[in-house]
């Protein structure tokens, strides 16, 4: 079951490995592999939570802004990027055991697209982010990005 504490692995410094397709629409682009350092801290006694994401060979930074619903049990993941300077509609979903899978919708390139953020392989030094985009409604999807996170020091947060 999702809980106000679930987000609480992330906190702290990671240096993050990028993989992220040339095409967010295209399954057979190629992908780009950059490096990035991260730092998370929660707010709400962990109900809440913010990343920065700092990714100095592409130029720019991100942020996320994690808020838990308690009425739904659920998550609304919000995303910006120094780039635009605006929010993107936000993902919402729960964690299922070790997995948490977040959806929402979207446009990329003028296209409607479904995403989903897949949170996994966590542990208290590594973590997997994963994004898809589907343009037909969830029935297929094309994984555009992936990010493995590892602790900056190598040790858990304190």
């Known amino acids: 079951m999702s809980g106000p504490h679930d987000f609480d692995f992330f906190h702290g410094e990671w240096e993050v490995r990028h993989r992220r397709r040339t095409d967010f629409l295209d399954p057979d682009s190629g ?12 707010l709400f006694d962990g109900a809440a939570n913010i990343d920065e994401l700092d990714v100095p060979s592409q130029g ?15 998550w609304s993941l919000n995303w910006s990027s120094s780039r635009s300077g605006r929010l993107f509609p936000p993902v919402t979903g729960r964690f299922e055991g070790e997995r948490g899978e977040f959806h929402g919708d979207d446009t990329h390139d003028g296209k409607e697209v479904r995403v989903r953020f ?5 542990s208290d030094i590594t973590a997997r982010w994963e ?12 994984t555009n990005w992936v990010m493995d996170f590892g602790r900056a020091s190598g040790t858990p947060a304190p």
Not at 118 to 122: D, R
Not at 133 to 141: A, I, L, Q, R
């Open 60 to 74: 720019w930074k991100g942020l996320t802004l994690r808020l838990y619903d308690r009425e739904t049990e659920q």
């Open 118 to 122: 897949v949170w996994s392989g966590i």
């Open 31 to 42: 992908w780009e592999e950059f490096w990035a350092t991260s730092r998370c801290w929660s």
């Open 131 to 142: 994004q898809a985009f589907s343009v037909d409604g969830g029935e297929t999807w094309v």
